[in-house]
Each structure stands twice: as C-alpha cells, then as structure tokens.
C-alpha cells in the first residue's frame, strides 16, 4: 500500500460507441452515432384498439421513443391503421413497429394499411416459416418493406432459433477432433441466422440503412458474448435486449448488468428491458429501467434524479425515506409538462438525506438537497441551492415546504424567459 502515490488519470468514461449504419425508424434514428433509443412491446390485444391505443400513450407518455405491437391475425392488422391514427389524434407520433411471425408475409400483403401505418417491421427469422417457405417468406417481407420504404429489424431468439441451422453446425462441430461447448456452437448459430438474414434482405435490395440486428438470449453471459461477436462481424445498427429477463428486481438486474457492460463497450443502439409485469401491473415499468440504465451510466438524461440515502441507525422516522418517494414521485408525474415548459430540466439533481453526518456534503453536491434532522438531533433541515445553504426549514410540514423550494428552483432555474415576460 502507498498511500502517497502519484495521482494517475483514470479512465472514467465507456468506449467509444461502436460504428454502426442509421436506421430511420418513423424520424427516430437508430444507430449511426445518435442516442440510444429507448424502445418498449404492448401486451394487449392489438385488434382492441381501445386498450392497444391507451397503452400504447401511457408507454409513448413515460417516454417510449418507438413502440412495438404484435401482429398476429387479420384483426390485428386491420387494427393498426386506426390504432396509428387514434394515437396520431391524440398528439402521439410515437413510430409504431409490427412483431410478426409465420404469417406476417400473409398479413402484410392483404393489410395495405397496416404496411402503411408502421414504422419498422419486426421478424424473427426462425419462425417465419418452415423448409423451403423460410426463405421465400422472408424475402415476401422484406419486398414490402422496400416497396413501403420501411425498416426492418431482423430480431433472432434463441427459443425459436433456427433448428436446420443450430443441427447442421451442431454436426459439423462434432466432426471436429476438439469439438466446442454446445453452449458456444448455439452462439454461433444465432449470429450466423442474424448475419445471414441480414445478407439475404441486403442481396433481396434492402439497404443497409434499412436493417436493425437484435441476437437475444436469456442468460447474461450468453448474451454479453453473443453480442460482443455479432458487433465485430456487422456494422448493422444493433438493438439490444436480454430475453425473457423474468419479473421484478430479478429481471432489472439481470437487464441491467447485460445491458450496462454492453452500453460500456460502446456496443447498442435501441434498447428494450423485456420485464414481465406483476398482474395487473404498470407496463411503463420496462420504460422507466431502460431509461434509468442509460441515466445512471450517464449516456442520456430523461429525467431529474433523486439521490436519497439508504437510511440506518441514525434514522427511527420514515420522513426522509417518504420526502425521497413523493419528490420522486412528484417529478415522473410532472416530467410530460416539464419537459415542454422548462427546458433542460432533465438534468435537475435532487438529495433527500437522512441525517447532518453524511446529509449536507452530499446535499451540496445536488442541485438542491435537503438534510433531514436524524435520531435526536436538532428538528430542523438544512436546505442546500447551487451548494449554498439557503435555508434551515422547521415545524411540522418540512417535507410540503421542501417540496415547494423544489418547485421554485425549477421555475427559476428552466422556466422559460420569453414564458416569464
Ligand atoms: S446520511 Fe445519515 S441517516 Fe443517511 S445513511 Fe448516512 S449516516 Fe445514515
């Protein structure tokens, strides 16, 4: 140990992104050195267009930036025109892309509206038909695409990879005098089914700018190295998601860390946190992951964040933990209208702490932060602006009179001039 060293310059920053074509998907670009895109699936019904329309803007409300539906059926594609235009009424021009398998080729060419309506379509090449009709079927696609000028995202799965393909390497592997894991010749198949597919498209006349690549795969490692590979072999805009990630905290963690040493490597365009909701609950959940992945590892902002500690003997009362909640709470409900009324506020830092041991160093380093009075200590907060104190609040409404200090700083700080005057 020295604990006199010399100072190094750590890197601190991820990789550069990886180069990749852009795809323009509805006016949103996917890749070619923009953002990261946040992307999210419905799980209703797509023929109802009622409950499709209303879930669809809740997930285009929390931020969404494209959204994907399933297409599954004649009704469902007689559906999505006036799914398109419902949202459209309702000032959501949130692109809108189509999931389909075995008989999207079918439904595409009798639905001339449903074409029309979407922004990207969707196809899993191990279940877009069998035998000699896989191919055709796809290039079917992939013709209408051309003919409508639409993207398209050639999404492999390993649970309806390609078998024809996964039994022939798996042969040829075994003709081998040190065969490889199977683990990693089903790796192999899914990048070859991707690249494969992509070159077919690319051969059928779809340009690359019109191609989107997903590998997905449910184990984190499996994935980390399915998509470390397939981005050394293409410059195809890639979309990232873990598959079948499972519900809560199980499925943000393991979405979070594929997809956070991903980010870092400079490898994804789009992402998707695929989280199966509680019954009955929010569907916007996948929305506010994804978003938080890329906040957090400081790739995009979204939406200001609230630093709270996590509490411990100091702390017998909940008030710190509630202020933390309602102040979080305030601002994801008030972001849809903040965002067009103050500008820049995405980038706000809020700190709710739970005592003055740690409480006002890390307040000063938030934008505005507030010390809440720990066990036995004086009952009064000490409120934090720009690293300044401001303020020392007291009496029974601490958290109400926080709450407006908060709203007012906003004003101050991203309220529009022209607006004021
Ligand atoms: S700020 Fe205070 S209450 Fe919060 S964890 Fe640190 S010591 Fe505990």
């Known amino acids: 140990m020295n604990a006199s060293a010399p100072i190094e310059p750590l890197i601190a ?10 795809v323009d998907v509805g006016g949103i670009v996917v890749g070619g050195g923009g953002p990261v895109v946040v992307q999210s699936m419905t799980n209703t019904d797509t023929a109802d267009v009622d409950a499709t329309v209303a879930q669809v803007a809740r997930l285009a409300q929390a931020g969404s930036e494209i959204v994907r539906i399933t297409v599954d059926r004649d009704e469902s594609a007689a559906a999505v025109p006036r799914i398109r235009e419902r949202l459209l009424r309702l000032g959501h021009d949130v692109p809108l892309v189509g999931d389909f398998h075995y008989i999207g080729h079918k439904l595409l060419a009798d639905h001339p509206g449903c074409a029309e309506a979407l922004a990207k379509y969707r196809i ?22 051309i003919r409508y000028g639409k993207p398209v995202r050639i999404g492999v799965n390993w649970g309806s990879l390609d078998q024809e393909l996964l039994t022939r390497l798996m042969d040829e592997n075994s003709t081998l005098a040190q065969p490889l894991p199977a683990r990693a010749v089903m790796r192999e198949a899914i990048i070859r089914s991707a690249i494969y597919s992509a070159q077919l498209a690319e051969e059928t006349g779809l340009p690359r700018e019109k191609i989107i690549l997903s590998a997905k795969v449910s184990n984190v490692q499996d994935l980390i190295a399915v998509y470390r590979d397939l981005s050394r072999r293409t410059d195809h805009a890639i979309h990232l998601g873990l598959t079948e990630a499972g519900m809560g905290s199980k499925g943000i963690v393991a979405s979070s860390a594929a997809m956070g040493i991903l980010l870092q490597e400079g490898i994804g365009d789009t992402i998707r946190v695929s989280l199966t909701p509680e019954p009955g609950g929010d569907r916007t959940r996948e929305v506010q992951v994804a978003q938080e992945i890329l906040q957090t590892m400081g790739f995009r902002q979204f939406i200001p964040i609230v630093a709270a500690c996590p509490g411990c003997g100091r702390t017998t009362s909940t008030l710190f933990q509630e202020l933390a909640e309602t102040i979080q709470a305030d601002i994801r409900a008030a972001m849809p209208e903040w965002r067009e009324r103050y500008p820049g506020v995405e980038a706000l830092s809020v700190a ?19 010390s809440l009075p720990g066990t036995a200590e004086t009952p009064s907060a000490p409120v934090y602006v720009d690293g300044q104190k401001v303020a020392t609040l007291r009496g029974p409404d601490i958290a109400g009179d926080f709450r407006v200090m908060v ?9 529009r001039r022209d607006a004021a005057e």
């Not at 920053?13 to 852009?22: E, N, Q, S, Y």
């Not at 038909?129 to 290039?139: A, L, M």
């Not at 380093?365 to 507030?370: C, E, K, N």
């Open 352 to 370: 709710v702490m739970g005592c003055i041991v740690n409480g006002p160093g890390e307040s000063k380093h938030a934008d505005i932060g507030i």
């Open 13 to 22: 920053d991820p990789l550069p992104r990886r180069p990749t074509v852009g």
């Open 407 to 415: 709203a007012d700083y906003i004003e101050r700080r991203f309220g």
């Open 124 to 145: 899993n090449p191990g279940n877009v038909g069998f035998k000699d009709k896989k191919d055709r079927q796809f290039v079917q696609i992939v013709e209408t695409a």
